[in-house]
């Protein structure tokens, strides 16, 4: 296994003890994981593009391994009241729309998957700021609540409108290969 694999498994690794630390109010903690996982995905992408360590495992673990941190912190966050319920039902459902889609388009479109929009890019970015600003105000015992607010309703937006840029983007894809079929 390549060292960024190596590296993005054990990111996917830490997702159980982020959440752990997080229920068990070790807010420090839990921030310090998060920012080290930030760092190790910068670092492991650079591994990766830098040295030709790019493996088809890598395209689907890198991904995953981001996926599953920022859902199991928003589910969490969520359950103990740091974010909006409606907030962590709408990320979580655009993200299995995602999954689901690129599922079913693999098996029913030979392997045919989306392009990654710029909006999505954003998204995940503004998601990453949100749970670095609540994390890190609790555990730094710093108020975010105004920053945190504006956050939420970036995410909230920049997620409905990647998730339907995504269906858009499908429906074309699978019209024109019905149209030449």
Known sequence: ???????????????????????????????????????????DGFLAKRFGMETELGRYLDP????????????????????????????VSRDVL???????????????????????KINTAAQIVLAAVVLGGIALEVGVAPLTKVLVYSVGATTVVSGALYLVQWARQISSLEDGA
Not at 26 to 42: E, H, N
């Open 98 to 120: 995602i999954i689901g889609g690129v599922l079913l388009t693999y098996i029913f479109f030979d392997g045919m998957r989306p392009r990654p929009v710029l909006i999505s």
């Open 1 to 43: 296994m390549s060292p960024p694999n190596v590296i993005s498994l054990g990111r996917l690794l830490s997702v159980p003890l982020t959440v752990w630390v997080i229920l068990q109010g070790y807010f420090v903690v839990a921030f310090g994981i998060f920012v080290a996982a930030g760092v190790s995905d910068a670092v």
């Open 64 to 91: 995953l391994a981001d996926k599953a941190l920022l859902v199991a912190v928003f589910i969490t966050l969520g359950q103990m009241g740091y974010l909006p319920v409606w907030l962590v039902i709408l990320v």
